[in-house]
């Protein structure tokens, strides 16, 4: 029997696997993709583009000329946005049209960093002990710098797709007022109408030195803060009374302390305890087994709901994070406040949260009301079409490494495209030591081996995905 899996998902991958990674950890010889790759990086690092003084413009504009240098036509390779220094980069390979296209997205902004709480500047790009360092080379110029070349590659490699390959480098994911993916969504969205697309949030764990799994994120929670508040007439705090806005706010804090949300999973939440389960040992992997099962055991969410990243996996949360009240320490209180900030599941609403509090609360003087609108988001389905080609490539660059699906308990430029219809799986096939992530924080880096492996990874999975479909018609004999 001929390789069913290669055949009946795409691609010759075959074919494209039949040439190994062509560079060893030792000498670190590049090829010319790789050293494309790396001169790319390189660039998009030492381009500042905080939001403070940075300039994602000159970023994305850096980028559309060297597509232009590769021959990309000046009208597939657009530099747009709302702000003289919140430009986006949008660029597309044409394929023969035949399926919908794909988007392939990367922010380019960073967050800030000081040159004096770094080891070294973090606007250099510095190779050391098998590391690339600087600011965004994990969060997210990796990526977008992987994007890039890979657009290159299929360029120059005369590649037709059978779906257009758009490439969009976006501004503003870690805040600032001009969110390059909102932006377009509103003013362009035909330049990124894709059937799907791949962007940040995912990709590979590994711990103590060993490959535990390649992870795809296809959901997120929402993120939404409520006020508590409780107002009083107050008086002279030598007559007390029983009346007190501190201790209603309290004794409502008190009781949310107590409370844990329903569990509930759905396909992500639901897969990524079965798959996890089978990496655990001893009582974490028996508990994730029955945490799997419709419904849940008991003993598995009690277990689980001890350990904080499994606890936010399997419920909505909400927690205290701010408190303030009273204006003098001789004056009862006039005002008490809190901030619960909560995380919901993508199946829930921030309304019908904000109803389970005021059940839990059960205290009408307590006033509980949203701070800020909620940005919700569906979950992309786990469909054969994109998660098979995933598991093929996973299969082949890592032999036993598996695939889980995830769901982001944080936020990602995702949930703008999930909301607005199209699915968005977070994918790089680039391996982290998930004790020592660095994004945000000081002397971010990434290593040298997984920046080439996961530039591999994209281009045998993009070029999976683009030719997918008319192999499986093929297949059906159409
Ligand atoms: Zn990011």
Redesign the pocket.
């Known amino acids: 029997m001929i390789n069913s899996r290669a055949f009946i998902y795409g691609l010759s991958l075959s074919a494209l696997l039949a040439v190994p990674m062509s560079f060893s950890a030792q000498t670190m010889k590049l090829s010319a993709e790789q050293q494309l790759a790396r001169e790319i990086f390189q660039q998009l690092i030492e381009i500042n583009t905080t939001d403070s003084i940075g300039d994602c413009t000159a970023a994305a504009k850096a980028m559309a000329e060297r597509l232009k240098a590769a021959g990309f036509p000046e009208e597939d390779v657009k530099v747009l946005g709302p702000n003289p220094r919140k430009g986006n980069l949008v660029a597309r390979l044409h394929g023969t049209g035949t399926r919908k296209p794909i988007l392939l997205l990367a922010?380019i902004d960073v967050v800030e960093a000081k040159r004096e709480d770094w080891s070294f500047d973090p606007f250099k790009f510095l190779e050391k002990d098998g590391y690339y360092y600087g600011r965004g080379t994990s969060?997210?110029k990796a990526m977008a710098a992987i994007f890039i070349a890979n657009l290159i590659r299929f360029k120059q490699e005369g590649f037709k797709p059978e779906r257009d390959l758009i490439v969009a480098l976006t501004a503003d994911?870690?805040g600032g007022d001009y969110n390059g993916v909102e932006w377009l969504l509103k003013n362009h969205p035909q330049l990124i109408e894709a059937e799907f697309g791949l962007n940040?949030g995912g990709g590979g764990a590994i711990r103590n030195g060993k490959k535990l799994f390649n992870s795809v994120q296809a959901s997120e929670k929402v993120y939404q803060s409520f006020r508590f508040e409780v107002k009083n007439k107050g008086g002279h705090s030598s007559r007390p009374t029983k009346d007190n806005a501190i201790y209603y706010l309290a004794a409502a804090l008190g009781r949310l302390a107590q409370f844990d949300f329903p569990v509930n999973l759905d396909e992500v939440t639901r897969a990524y305890f079965e798959r996890v389960s089978k990496l655990e040992s001893g009582e974490t992997a028996t508990a994730m087994k029955g945490m799997a099962q419709k419904p849940p055991n008991a003993r598995s969410v009690a277990y689980l709901g001890n350990i904080p990243s499994y606890n936010a996996t399997m419920r909505t949360t909400c927690v205290a994070t701010m408190l303030e009240a009273g204006h003098a320490e001789n004056a009862l209180p006039q005002t008490a406040r809190a901030t619960v900030n909560c995380r919901i599941l993508p199946a829930k609403t921030a309304d019908q949260t904000r109803e389970t509090l005021v059940k839990v609360i059960n205290d009408s003087r307590v006033t509980i009301t949203p701070i800020k609108e909620p940005k919700p988001s569906p979950l992309s389905p786990l469909s054969a079409e994109v998660m098979k080609p995933i598991e093929a490539v996973t299969e082949q660059m890592w032999p036993g490494v598996p695939v889980v699906p995830v769901m982001s308990t944080g936020a990602?430029d995702s949930l703008y495209l999930r909301k607005a219809g199209i699915p968005i799986y977070g994918t790089s096939g680039i391996f982290h030591d998930i004790d020592d992530s660095r994004?945000h924080g000081k002397d971010e880096r990434i290593g040298v081996k997984e920046f080439y492996y996961g530039q591999e990874y994209l281009y045998r999975l993009v070029k999976a995905f683009a030719y997918a479909n008319s192999n499986q018609r093929q297949a059906a004999g159409k």
């Open positions: 922010h969060d997210d994911e870690e940040e990602t994004a």
